[in-house]
């Protein structure tokens, strides 16, 4: 069973960048395609970004221009640099594949507010 853990989140201003990053476990990360997702209070999860073992990435229309996914198959880590935040990007960021298939973690909060 892979486990990830996430961190960087944090407050910040709107127009402020944060770098979330989430580390895996197990020895076979690099085969997987990766995602992060969101959840902000009362409404479902959302997948905001994606990339492919091959390192192609998609992102929600929300976000596009604003943040950028990549990953380091050395650390067994996925980041999301987050520029030009928004108040409506306040929310809990979680990592998995896209299909959700490992155990979610506890996910780290990114506030954005004046």
């Known amino acids: 069973v892979q486990l990830v853990v996430e961190s960087g989140g944090g407050l910040v201003q709107p127009g402020g960048s944060l770098r979330l990053s989430c580390a895996a476990s197990g020895s076979i990360f690099s085969i997987y395609d990766m995602a992060w997702f969101r959840q902000a209070p009362g409404k479902q999860r959302e997948l905001v970004a994606a990339i492919t073992s091959g390192r192609s990435t998609a992102y929600v229309d929300s976000v596009k221009g604003r943040f950028s996914i990549s990953r380091d198959n050395a650390k067994n880590t996925v980041y999301l640099q987050m520029n030009t935040l928004k108040p409506e990007d306040t929310a809990v960021y979680y990592c998995?594949?896209?299909?959700?298939?490992?155990?979610w973690g506890q996910g780290t909060q990114v506030t954005v507010s004046s």
């Open positions: 998995n594949t896209p299909g959700s298939q490992w155990p």
